[in-house]
């Protein structure tokens, strides 16, 4: 096993020591039914899995995206591998805990954040349920959810990402091993901080994780996913789906620093496919969909949050930066369908790109006939440095109404030796001038993540770009 590990996974390279039953490679109709005899699942998830299966069959992998890869071979990847370690009804077991600390995790979350840890293709221990139990909101695992709240999987499963949107959403719906389940009562808020943070460890194995999310009328949530891998010298694909449905005047805050392992920056080896689905469906009146992410890791990262604004007076937000160096390329962005009369979104888009990368925002806003009086707002920025990488933007806006309004804003700007020699100058360290330019150009985005959120972020981007500059 190759345990060669980059400076920008400094605190998440290590390979835990913990062993799993992996599944052999490839990809056929019995290893979709063997998960799911696995995992002790009812009927109609063995026959949403099925479905998914054929479909996939008559589905061929995209091609449109702005990135350079090959096809990925389905039959060179074990869909499943399970942690030996032990479950316990609440909290982690002490091999667990030796992981969260190593992760540096734990200390930071303990007693504040309601946290749900996933090895690999299965959850290992969930955080803090009694607690939460005390206002009725749930968290745990998926495969928990199928056997305690069926009803509620039945019901919100495949309805905002359905079977065959799309390749690997399709996929991901024919093998999803674990994820996490939340849900939110009517009128709650919840009490705590929610997190699952997803740690690739076995080598030549996929991740596919699915979550769902719920928050009824009136509730209210947070909602915080990490995720990292060690440094391994082949790629690995990883193909989640997130749903997140909010009901009427309900609240959803979803964040991620992605940190997943980018590959070799000098030829590229390695890196993890991160290519993902996530789409909230703003189903009631002044429902509120938030996201707000940042991308650091991964070789190949294809991932569009997006927001369906159903609702009327519904509105999402979108706040994002996108940091690639070396050879990573990313084909990033949102989607804001407006469905809902007088619906609002908010799109604000940071990328910057070093090395020989390439940084790419691709955006929709669509406004259609029965959503009048509605509004949309883009800002796209890009931070270029050197001569090598490339940055591009592709927004695409349909506005089906003459009572809408949309706004787009564009902007391309270069950082180069001269404007950090002139901070040096001013008696910076080369590292804080660094940080200073990323702050300044990250700001409005980083300031919308909880603070614990906040400062690994900035920590992170100041490092993977200090060490693209040299």
């Known amino acids: 096993m190759d345990k060669k590990f980059c400076r920008s996974d400094y605190k998440y390279g290590f390979v835990s020591e913990f062993e799993s039953d992996v599944f052999a490679k490839g990809l056929s109709r019995a290893t979709v039914i063997e998960i799911s005899k696995r995992k002790k699942e009812p009927p109609f998830l063995l026959a949403f899995r099925l479905q998914a299966f054929e479909k996939l069959k008559k589905m061929a992998q995209p091609k449109w995206a702005d990135l350079k890869m090959e096809s990925i071979d389905l039959q060179d990847i074990s869909y499943y591998a399970e942690p030996r370690v032990a479950r316990k009804k609440e909290g982690f077991s002490p091999e667990v805990v030796k992981t969260l600390k190593q992760l540096d995790i734990l200390e930071k979350e303990e007693g504040r954040v309601a946290l749900d840890f996933v090895l690999d293709s299965v959850s290992v221990g969930t955080s803090l349920q009694e607690k939460l139990k005390e206002s009725g909101v749930v968290l745990c695992s998926f495969s928990e959810a199928v056997q305690k709240y069926p009803d509620l999987v039945e019901k919100y499963l495949g309805s905002v990402v359905p079977v065959g949107d799309n390749f690997f959403a399709t996929l991901n719906s024919a093998v999803f091993s674990d994820g996490s389940f939340v849900y939110v009562p009517r009128g709650v808020a919840c009490p705590l901080e929610l997190s699952t943070y997803f740690r690739i460890n076995t080598q030549e194995i996929g991740q596919f994780e699915r979550t769902l999310i719920i928050a009824e009328e009136g509730a209210s949530l947070s909602y915080l996913e990490g995720c990292s891998a060690p440094a391994f010298s082949k790629s690995q694909l990883h193909a989640a789906v997130v749903e997140l449905v909010a009901l009427d005047e309900a609240t959803i805050k979803y ?185 300044g150009f990250c700001r409005e985005v980083i300031k919308k993540l909880p603070f614990e959120f906040a400062l690994e972020a900035e920590e992170l981007l100041t490092m993977e770009l200090e060490k693209a500059i040299g």
């Open 255 to 439: 964040s991620t620093v992605q940190n997943w392992y980018s590959g070799d920056p000098k030829n590229g080896r390695g890196g993890i496919y991160n290519l993902v689905t996530k789409r909230a469906l703003a189903s009631g009146r002044k429902a509120r969909i938030f996201w707000a992410q940042v991308e650091i890791g991964s070789a190949i990262t294809w991932k569009y949050p997006s927001c369906i604004l159903k609702g009327e007076e519904s509105s999402g937000e979108f706040y994002s930066v996108a940091i690639t160096t070396g050879r990573m390329q990313a084909d990033t962005g949102t989607k804001m369908i407006h469905l809902g009369k007088k619906s609002r979104s908010l799109i604000l888009s940071k990328g910057i790109a070093a090395g020989f990368s390439s940084n790419a925002y691709r955006g929709l806003v669509k406004i259609l006939p029965q959503a009048a009086g509605s509004r949309s707002y883009t800002q796209c920025d890009s931070l270029l440095s050197g001569k090598n990488c490339t940055a591009a933007t592709f927004p695409t806006v349909e506005v089906k109404n003459s009572s809408s309004v949309v706004s787009h804003e564009a902007s391309t700007s270069k950082l180069n030796a001269e404007e950090l020699f002139y901070l040096c100058s001013r008696g910076l360290r080369k590292e804080e001038a660094i940080a200073l330019v990323v702050s």
